[in-house]
């Protein structure tokens, strides 16, 4: 087992693009201040700016182009031992002042309905303190036209490589969000977040054959919390001819067989694999019923903790909110918790949670792993994903290969489904090679595979190291109203025994 | 804030922009105010109220576009927000496709579409309405463990103007709720669920929702593991409506369609489902109750035949003006409602689902199965191959074996993966009432399929 370990990154620069608001404490403090005065006994407030650029061309032209910008405020209280939330746009003071009523009175209508007070975990120390993500290059200081100009000359590269390919795009996103966190705990974390990436994506046909090939991942690429230099890493020009030309490559591809096998699947799927299976069922709101009613529970009851067999002893999976430009990296949580590691299965053997302080109060943790993020300001924070990593094993990805007599390597998330309490899955992956005798031997196309998650990660037999990598998933949705988050999640290729393969017929 | 005030910010930000020597302009000014109460394990857990509101501002300068949304209201930020659509338009290339924003249309504000009660509820009615909720369920078994679910009452607005005189605006109000329920014997869950969607608070029942939810849920404990294999299905209403969703998804946005990913395009004209399927988008149907009168580009909302006994065909395509261009077509008014409803991607979507009814009751459908399942429910439906129309997802809250007639008993929950061109080829009976599900944006029947494929279950 490798574990990694990093020194967190504290760096005080604070990039000012359009609209920049003032990240005061002033207002912050007002807000919270009214909510103890109506009767609070517990309130944190957050305030923050959300710009986010999503650039698309398809077909030679630029079919989306846009500037999201969002600012806001949130209040977040504790009265007669029972939440209350408040979200709006209004960042004047009279505004604020109405805000906090609203998250009282709302807290109040909750209290009437509780069983038991909300106990939220103890922090060590209230903190004041900032963050932002470390970066070479600002992508919002970068013009537009040298982006839209990558992302034309990858798209027209893309579309040369045949006439059959129908449909080619390439997308670039920069996001950033400016946040202030303040609690009547004394806590005061303001904080600088901001990813970037891109990605390719065609689609060959032939009369009703449609195939879709991606770089460097689906959903429309990777992104990492990083400054421009990652978009540039991608080298999206440069694959665009291998990505286009898998895509044709694919037509004539033959249909992926039904049965059980070895199988070897990639990072770029391995991820999606590791989120669904993993990082849903170890969160802890959701083990605790509180995700009931729309994305589920978990097979991972409170029962299991430290007892259960997850996986094989190759198997350790940590939430790290500290790994170097993953997704889910950033300095403090929405309630002020600094990132930390925690293993959520460690030797195979599940040993943790993903957790908020309301939730590791409720299973008597202690304290918090720093896991609750909103997707705004105007949102509640849920416990969401950091990155999810699966360790690096001892293997390099060629030696899976070379070691495996007969099976099926899968690259490249295409379709995704697991059942509400995260036992049943299946995934199908973009592109399949058949391994025979240690070699990649010939292409299958629409490649399936399905299992129950414990069986499935016992299988797991050999995990790499020399590919392992950060992938950003996001897209993450939970939560009613619903919430989409930004993840990521660290893995190289793994090896799994007798999965069964080949769903359709 | 009133609509004639979004009003006036979309008119004043219009103008800004049009003294800027843009050629075209267009703004869209939104409002959304929410409340959601959520509970589970029978208390509030999170309640939570939001004000939510922006503007979305287009410029073309020639054939460039420039586009900005920005989630704020006051003066100063949107003429900010004006200003760097136009720089983003100065140094975009140009999109050949390029017509032009949308031409001023007649438009009709539709009757009904909001209501006081909705928009102004309380926290203390939502609170109230939770707590039927619970002790009802609750009072149905004792079996009954938990109880979870959310309460929703919400208003939002619109107002749209562009320089080609365009002035349309629209509002509605928005109710919903559903109750899921988890009971408990000897160590064995059952699950059961329900939900409704209304424009008015007051027409939502607790009471109602938390005995059918219960009443499945108590059924459901002690689940059997069956085969797996080709089944006849009898599908709620809530079960039939993941289904629509998916295919307007994968197949009836013009979105896939362009992409050639739609399987809409590799059947046009050819009777792809049975010819008791009918199915249109149409926010004017009195059915519906997402009441919007134009769309996001303050275009009126068009009928789209999505499916027309059993037919796909061009004009299932739901079109806004940019995809529209493309295809030298007009925008069927699909634009989707800024900050309304939540897509990783903004896509033409349909949120007007009418699916045309039968004549069966869903008892009629159970005598008339001899070997079959009842699904209360989907959950995490996906596309696997989506020009094939093959979609996979789970059986949820409450899944029961027919045979001879009868619901015998409960099942573990099972996957499907089947290709809709086959599922909804051959329905064999349709539901006669129709439900409005997923906050009333799909209304649709229960309907039984001759038979649908599952591949996988799982231990619940
Ligand atoms: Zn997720």
């Not at chain 1, 802890?284 to 729309?294: F, I, K, N």
């Not at chain 1, 030797?347 to 299973?363: K, N």
């Not at chain 2, 589970?40 to 501002?57: D, L, P, T």
């Not at chain 2, 199915?279 to 909302?301: I, M, Q, Y």
């Amino acid at each position: 087992m490798h574990e990694l370990k990093y020194q967190p990154v504290v760096k005080k620069v604070f990039y000012k693009p359009y609209g920049v608001i003032n990240l005061s404490y002033d207002l912050g403090k007002k807000a919270i201040n009214e909510a103890l005065k109506l009767g609070a006994s517990y309130a944190d407030v957050r305030i923050g700016e959300i710009f986010d650029e999503n650039l698309t061309v398809r077909r030679g032209v630029p079919e989306e182009v846009s500037l999201l910008y969002s600012r806001g405020m949130g209040i977040r209280v504790i009265v007669r031992g029972a939440w209350g939330f408040a979200g709006s746009i209004d960042l004047k003071s009279e505004g604020i002042a109405e805000t906090a009523q609203k998250a009282v009175s709302v807290a109040l209508a909750s209290s009437k309905l509780k069983k038991k007070n909300i106990k939220l975990a103890a922090i060590a120390k209230s903190r004041k303190d900032e963050y932002s993500t470390p970066m070479k290059k600002d992508p919002f200081e970068v013009p537009l036209e040298d982006k839209v100009d990558v992302l034309l000359s990858a798209e027209r590269t893309l579309a040369e490589q045949s006439p059959l390919i129908k449909s080619s795009s390439t997308f670039f996103r920069a996001f950033r969000e400016n946040k202030l966190f303040m609690s009547n705990e004394g806590t005061e974390i303001t904080q600088q977040i901001t990813f970037c990436g891109g990605g390719l994506l065609c689609v060959a046909v032939r009369n009703s054959e449609v195939q879709r090939r991606s770089y460097p991942c689906s959903f429309r690429g990777n992104y990492s919390t990083a400054g421009y230099e990652f978009f540039e890493s991608l080298a999206l020009v440069e694959h665009a001819k291998e990505t286009g030309l898998e895509a044709v490559r694919l037509l004539d591809a033959v249909k992926c067989p039904s049965g059980k096998t070895d199988l070897i699947i990639t990072g770029e799927q391995l991820e999606l694999q590791i989120h669904e299976s993993c990082g849903h069922p170890t969160e802890l709101d959701r083990a605790l019923g509180m995700e009931a009613d729309y994305a589920g529970t978990s097979f991972l009851t409170p029962d299991k903790l430290g007892k259960l067999v997850y996986g094989s002893e190759n198997v350790n999976m940590v939430a790290d909110a500290t790994a170097p430009g993953g997704l889910g990296t950033f300095g403090y949580d929405d309630e002020g918790i600094p990132a930390k590691q925690v293993f959520l299965v460690k030797e195979g053997l599940f040993m943790g949670y993903q957790t908020s302080r309301e939730t590791a109060g409720d299973l008597g943790l202690g304290k918090s792993s720093g896991g609750m993020r909103a997707d705004s300001p105007l949102a509640i924070p849920l416990v969401r994903m950091t990155n999810i990593n699966l360790l690096p094993g001892d293997w390099k990805r060629e030696e899976i290969i070379e070691d495996t007599r007969h099976g099926f390597l899968m690259d490249t998330n295409r379709s995704w489904s697991i059942d509400d309490k995260r036992l049943n899955f299946q995934f199908g992956a973009e592109i399949g090679w058949e391994i025979k005798n240690g070699s990649k031997e010939r292409m299958v196309k629409n490649p399936t595979y399905t299992g129950m998650t414990p069986q499935f990660w016992s299988s797991c037999d050999a995990i790499s190291k020399d590919d392992w990598k950060m992938w950003g998933t996001p897209n993450c949705g939970k939560g009613v109203p619903a919430q989409v988050m930004y993840v990521g999640h660290g893995c190289g290729t793994a090896r799994f025994g007798k999965t069964r393969i080949g769903v359709l017929q | 804030m009133s609509v004639e005030e979004l009003r006036g910010i979309s008119q004043k930000a219009l103008k800004s922009a049009l003294k800027e020597n843009v050629d075209q302009a267009q703004v869209a000014a939104f409002l959304f105010d929410s409340a959601r109460t959520r509970f589970a394990n029978s208390q509030i857990h999170q309640n939570v109220v939001s004000k939510k509101g922006g503007v979305a501002i287009k410029v073309a300068i020639g054939k460039r576009i420039g586009f900005m949304r920005a989630d704020v209201l006051e003066a100063e930020q949107i003429e900010n927000a004006v200003g760097q659509a136009i720089k983003i338009a100065r140094v975009n290339p140009e999109d050949k496709y390029f017509k032009s924003f949308p031409e001023p249309e007649r438009w009709q504000s539709l009757q009904d579409a909001f209501d006081d009660d909705t928009a102004n509820c309380s926290p203390d009615y939502r609170a109230e309405r939770v707590k039927e909720a619970i002790e009802v369920s609750h009072s149905e078994s004792p079996l009954v463990k938990a109880v979870a679910g959310s309460i929703l009452s919400s208003s939002y607005s619109l107002a749209v103007t562009n320089s080609l005189g365009m002035s349309a605006w629209t509002k509605m109000s928005l109710a919903s709720m559903n109750v899921t329920v988890i009971s408990e014997k000897t160590g064995s869950e059952g699950f059961g669920y329900a939900e409704q969607s209304s424009r008015h608070i007051k027409d939502i029942d607790p009471v109602k929702l938390a005995a059918q939810a219960s009443e499945k849920s108590v059924k459901s404990i002690n689940p059997a593991k069956i085969s797996l294999g080709e089944y006849e299905v009898v599908l709620s209403p809530i079960a039939a409506s993941s289904f629509f969703v998916f295919l307007s998804l994968i197949g009836f946005s013009a979105a896939p369609y362009q992409r050639g990913e739609s399987f809409v395009k590799y059947h046009l004209n050819e009777q792809v489902f049975d010819e008791k399927l009918s199915v249109k988008d149409d926010a004017g149907d009195p059915r519906t109750v997402f009441k919007l009168a134009v769309d996001g580009e303050g275009v009126t909302k068009k009928r789209v035949p999505l499916i027309d006994k059993g037919v796909v065909s061009e004009e299932s395509i739901c079109h806004d003006t940019s995809t529209a261009s493309r295809e030298d077509r007009q925008s069927t008014g699909h634009a989707l409602p800024h900050g309304l409803i939540r897509m990783t991607r903004p896509i033409p979507f349909p949120i007007n689902v009418i699916v045309h009814h039968g004549t069966a009751s869903v008892d009629e459908m159970i005598e008339e199965t001899g070997h079959g399942i009842f699904v209360t429910r989907f959950h995490y439906t996906n596309p696997v191959v989506p020009t094939k129309a093959v979609l996979t997802g789970l059986t949820r809250d409450g899944t029961f074996l027919i045979k001879n007639g009868e619901l015998t008993k409960p099942i573990k929950n099972m996957r499907y993966t089947d290709t809709m061109l086959s599922a909804l080829k051959r329905i064999s009976m349709m539901g006669k009432e129709l439900e409005a599900i997923r906050l009333g944006t799909v209304t649709v029947p229960a309907m039984k399929l001759e038979k649908l494929r599952f591949t996988g279950a799982t231990e619940y």
